[in-house]
């Protein structure tokens, strides 16, 4: 069965650190996009950062400068460094993926989401 497992959130202070992590697994042949979203109580999900499969990332103006996107294609798994972490960065994070199965076909698939919490 194909699936992305996130792992990494928690909670810290403000100007603290996490670092997030999605292994995708099951029968893949290949990944093209890697992207984290995050959604906070009450507010639509959005996009964080995304990563395509030779390395290229791009940025939510929110974010740059203090979050890095990266990815480790032996592995299957993408992960988002987060450093100067605001309260406002509250949030559950997705990882999101264009998976290239045995068919041939690309299909998109979500985490469950981890829950990343910035509080004193």
């Known amino acids: 069965q194909v699936q992305l497992v996130e792992s990494g959130g928690g909670l810290v202070q403000p100007g603290g650190s996490l670092r997030l992590s999605c292994a995708a697994s099951?029968?893949?042949?290949?990944?093209?996009?890697m992207r984290w979203y995050r959604q906070a109580p009450g507010k639509q999900r959005e996009l964080v950062a995304a990563?395509?499969?030779?390395?290229?990332?791009n940025y939510a103006d929110f974010v740059k400068g203090r979050f890095t996107i990266s990815r480790d294609n032996a592995w299957n798994t993408v992960y988002l460094q987060m450093n100067s972490l605001k309260p406002e960065d509250t949030a559950v994070y997705y990882c999101?993926?264009?998976?290239?199965?045995?068919?041939?076909?690309?299909?998109?698939?979500w985490g469950q989401g981890t829950q990343v919490t910035v509080s004193p």
């Open positions: 099951g029968s893949i042949f290949s990944i093209n996009a």
């Open positions: 990563i395509t499969s030779g390395g290229s990332a």
């Open positions: 999101n993926a264009d998976l290239i199965l045995g068919s041939g076909r690309s299909y998109n698939y």
